[in-house]
């Protein structure tokens, strides 16, 4: 498990941290105009714009492609990119991903993912192998490697955005975990509790109330 003290002892959930985390609400479970209403939150509040697309690339992993690529529509939109322009950031952020890259992101993938789940690593390893081998590969390789290892959004805001995709769509088992997570890689409790005061109107009140109870579960765990 990482030191709780680094790196986020001193993170503070600033309202560009609370419009960033809404909008993964949003692409979660709300519509386009949700998700548009988000984007115009998070430009108000001055997020960089280099998280809000992180952001979206990392929402495949937990809401699948049609929701991802209705938002990089709407972000493309809102940022009011041509194609060109989003092509040239591609081709200066992405660092290949080809299978060359494979081992590269094993090891990321494996670090990553040792800090966000900390004590419990080694069973959710064999927890997913049991469950199928090829899951185990990608969950690392592709999710932990690719996607979340990636530069230009740390990774406690990324556990935050995790954490409100999974209270958004109801998956208490992931949302369990992330929290753990989230508190792993050092976010302070202040702020995931924050992170969920801050999704009221944009979640179900029902999943946001089981959310808030989970994280009094997760708290009193330690």
């Not at 406690?156 to 753990?180: K, N």
């Amino acid at each position: 498990m990482t030191d709780r003290a680094a790196p986020f002892a001193n993170m503070t959930f600033d309202k560009a941290t609370r419009a960033l985390v809404r909008l993964a609400a949003r692409i979660a479970g709300g519509s386009e105009v949700d998700v548009r209403d988000g984007l115009r939150e998070t430009a108000g509040a001055g997020t960089p714009e280099g998280w809000v697309e992180e952001l979206i690339l990392q929402s495949y992993l937990f809401c699948g492609f049609p929701r991802t690529l209705n938002a990089a529509r709407e972000w493309r939109r809102t940022a009011g990119r041509n194609e060109e322009e989003v092509e040239a950031k591609g081709r200066g952020t992405a660092g290949g991903t080809g299978d060359e890259m494979v081992p590269d992101f094993l090891a990321s993938g494996e670090a990553t993912c040792a800090l966000v789940y900390g004590r419990f690593y080694s069973k959710l390893r064999q927890n997913i192998v049991a469950l199928h081998p090829e899951l185990d590969t990608w969950m690392i390789v592709e999710g932990y490697g690719k996607v979340l290892s990636r530069p230009g959004l740390d990774l406690g805001r990324r556990e935050l955005c995790i954490v409100a995709a999974c209270v958004a769509s109801g998956q208490d088992r992931q949302l369990h975990s992330h929290l753990h997570g989230s508190r792993n890689v050092g976010v302070p409790d202040d702020v995931i509790g924050a992170a969920l005061d801050g999704l009221e109107g944009t979640v179900n009140p029902e999943l946001l109330e089981r959310a808030v109870g989970l994280w009094g579960k997760v708290k009193g765990q330690v």
